[in-house]
Nanobody, 122 residues
Framework: QVQLVESGGGLVQAGGSLRLSCAASGRTLSRSSMGWFRQAPGKEREFVAA????????WYAESVKGRFTISRDNAKNTEYLQMNDLKPEDTAVYYCVADPLGSLRSKDYRYWGQGTQVTVSS
């Protein structure tokens, strides 16, 4: 069993930056792809970014490409999401995910974190 715990969310002004972290515990995830999803009020949960276990390959939603960067440190069992040039439409609860059961862009992941709130004011 794996537990994922996100941190780093908060309130930031438009144009600002935040760095989310996701610490995994329970067993090593060094061979598992990981990612981030988000859910805004009244909207469907959507894919944000994903990264392979090696960290070599990454994928992003078009809406965040060029502004967000996903990375991981397998020695620390942690993944990160650096979010720059934040916009009010980035406001959402951000979820860390691990161990995909299908496409990396689908919601079909074995493990989900509890989520961390990101609020971007205009």
């Amino acid at each position: 069993q794996v537990q994922l715990v996100e941190s780093g969310g908060g309130l930031v002004q438009a144009g600002g930056s935040l760095r989310l972290s996701c610490a995994a515990s329970g067993r090593t995830l060094s061979r598992s792809s990981m990612g981030w999803f988000r859910q805004a009020p009244g909207k469907e949960r959507e894919f944000v970014a994903a990264i392979t276990w090696s960290g070599i390959s990454t994928w992003y939603a078009e809406s965040v490409k060029g502004r967000f960067t996903i990375s991981r440190d397998n020695a620390k069992n942690t993944e990160y999401l650096q979010m720059n040039d934040l916009k009010p439409e980035d406001t959402a609860v951000y979820y860390c995910v691990a161990d995909p059961l299908g496409s990396l862009r689908s919601k079909d992941y074995r493990y989900w974190g509890q989520g961390t709130q990101v609020t971007v004011s205009s």
